[in-house]
């Protein structure tokens, strides 16, 4: 007799073979080994999500067929099924700039549809296609290609997903911030400055006054193309796809940690302030010690005096 599985060890996306054992108007009753038989509902018939109104039509009792488990309720016994094989991606793994081979399944004007693998098919803009302009999707791809495409957008709550088949920068406009710092590569150098490629869509310019603190006559004379150099973002304009970079020196780093340096280390002549206090204490001390007892003496003559004098006079 073969051991049945217990509905607890079947889990969601798992793939069955299975044989119909019932055939209802709502669906079918399959038997997948398990200690009840699942239920594929009718709408979960046809792998191409065609309409299908009636179950007989597309299943008969004994039919061996390929299912995949789409959810299960153990207090209840239930195991539901479906044909319809479910996305190897969640809406939770789809990640801005992931990077994923899909089949091109639709082609519009305005863009093609790709499958990926995810909950729904993703949209390649034609403006995505290629760096270079792109006047038709069919002038660069057909219905069934597969293609490289990276995720630019993807919204369960809108329920769409938008794609690239160009690859996206390193660097997003909205992680670039003023202050922040890279290390580039030149790419151009110019009289008036040098381009530098922090990874971003677009390159970064050093204008000739932001290489060095002193004069610098010609940019060519601190930077050549193909050099790595440290930049800090001085001025951002996404809306431009303008960045602004400087090569100089943070001088508020350095004066923080100047003043840092003053705090912990004393100049010479601190030093030798302090040390002529603390020589200078000990006399302090014993002055200030004579001069109570001078007040003391005196006190007491003053109350000797008085006390004769009343002795006298008594």
């Known amino acids: 007799m073969t051991e049945l599985t217990p509905i607890s060890n079947i889990k969601p996306k798992m793939k069955i073979e299975g044989k119909v054992t019932k055939v209802e108007l709502a669906g079918a009753r399959v038997d997948i080994g398990a200690e009840r038989d699942a239920f594929l509902h009718i709408s979960e018939l046809q792998p191409g999500r065609q309409v299908v109104t009636r179950v007989a039509d597309v299943l008969k009792e004994g039919d061996v067929i390929t299912v995949w488990v789409k959810q299960v309720k153990p207090q209840e016994g239930l195991v539901l099924l479906t044909r319809v094989e479910p996305p190897a991606l969640e809406w939770g793994d789809l990640q801005r700039g992931l990077k994923l081979t899909g089949k091109i399944v639709k082609l519009e004007d305005f863009g093609a549809f790709v499958d990926i693998g995810a909950p729904k098919d993703g949209l390649v803009p034609v403006s995505a296609m290629a760096k270079t302009r792109v006047d038709k999707p069919s002038d660069l791809v057909k219905d069934g290609d597969e293609i490289t495409v990276w995720i630019v ?28 710092s890279f290390n580039g590569k030149v ?28 004069y610098v006559s010609r940019p060519s004379d601190v ?92």
């Not at 329920?159 to 406009?173: Q, T, Y």
């Not at 040098?194 to 970064?204: P, Q, S, W, Y």
């Open 223 to 314: 930077v050549k193309v193909g050099q790595e150099v440290e930049v800090r973002v001085i001025e951002i304009n996404p809306k431009k796809r303008q960045i602004k970079l400087t090569m100089k020196i943070d001088l508020t780093d350095i004066e923080e940690v100047a003043e840092e340096h003053e705090e912990a280390v004393l100049t010479p002549m601190q030093l030798a302030f302090q040390a002529a206090r603390q020589q200078n204490q000990p006399t302090a001390t014993v002055a200030k010690t004579k001069t109570a007892v001078k007040r003391d003496d005196q006190e007491d003559i003053f109350a000797r005096t008085i006390q004769q004098h009343r002795a006298t006079n008594g």
């Open 187 to 214: 790419t151009r150098v110019e009289n008036f400055g040098a381009f530098v490629d922090i990874g971003a869509e677009r390159e970064g310019m050093v204008h000739v006054s932001e290489m060095e603190s002193g």
């Open 153 to 180: 957008k993807a919204s369960k709550k809108e329920n769409r997903i938008g794609l690239s088949m160009v690859e996206p920068p390193a660097v997003d406009w909205s992680d670039i911030k003023v202050g922040q």
